[in-house]
């Protein structure tokens, strides 16, 4: 079935870095994304969302940007600390009438070194 | 910030009785919650909608009856794994929207429940 794809399974940066996690989904009626960070034995933690009506969006030290055209998702983290080390998955929100359900990826272990 | 509270955070089970896991919205309600299995290195996988006051529905490929899902309020809702075998051990996860009224808006989700059946 569709689902949320990420290139990379893994990814490692210098402290001070910026990091670059990317994310392909399939389902082009989605119109609601979700990036969020996880450590480990914990629950997902929110990070920052994007509405298709955007293309870019911006938090702090994150920032997201939305590519409808070939429906790609990155999630941009800047000065990477190394408490930012964790996995980083993507969500697509499926529509109201498709049970408003949150649609994980396979996730981006992130390591910083120090 | 909107709080999802779930317990118990870690359970150990023998195979074939039942565990009960609960899951809170603790400042907000909650008419829908989204139960979460994940196993280790893997992404989180959807196994059910739970609908408060009615019934959950469950994604393709989870049994119903063997993982019972009941939304009593707009604050709780629990899983219960019947019958547990080794194979139901992993972690599960709760999450619930916080509607804000202005459209689309983020899952909040519990910091998880690992279980083990011995």
């Known amino acids: 079935g569709e689902s949320v794809g990420l290139h990379l399974p893994t990814l490692s940066v210098q402290e001070g870095d910026n990091s670059i996690i990317n994310c392909a989904y399939s389902?082009?009626?989605?119109?609601?994304f979700i990036w969020y960070k996880q450590e480990s034995g914990k629950g997902p933690q929110f990070i920052i969302d994007i509405r298709s009506n955007m293309d870019k969006r911006q938090g702090q030290r994150v920032t997201v940007l939305l590519n409808k055209t070939v429906k790609h998702l990155s999630l941009q983290i800047a000065a990477t600390q190394p408490g930012d080390s964790a996995v980083y998955f993507c969500?697509?929100?499926?529509?109201?009438?498709?049970?408003?359900?949150?649609?994980f990826g396979q996730g981006t272990e992130l390591s910083v070194k120090p | 910030g909107a709080v999802v509270s779930q317990h118990p955070s870690r359970v150990i089970c023998k195979s074939g009785t039942s565990v009960k896991i609960e899951c809170r919205s603790l400042?907000?309600?909650?008419?829908?919650m989204f139960w979460y299995r994940q196993f280790p290195k893997k992404s989180l996988m959807l196994m059910a909608t739970s609908n408060e006051g009615s019934k959950a529905t469950y994604e393709q490929g989870v049994e119903k009856d063997k993982f019972l899902i009941n939304h009593a309020s707009l604050t709780l809702s629990t899983l219960t794994v019947t019958s547990a075998h080794p194979e139901d051990s992993s972690f599960y996860i709760c999450?619930?929207?916080?509607?804000?009224?202005?459209?689309?808006?983020?899952?909040?989700f519990g910091n998880g429940t690992r279980l083990t059946v011995t």
């Open positions: 999450s619930a929207r916080r509607y804000l009224g202005t459209g689309d808006s983020p899952l909040h």
């Open positions: 969500a697509e929100n499926r529509a109201y009438n498709q049970g408003g359900k949150l649609i």
């Open positions: 389902n082009s009626a989605s119109d609601y």
């Open positions: 400042d907000f309600q909650a008419t829908t």
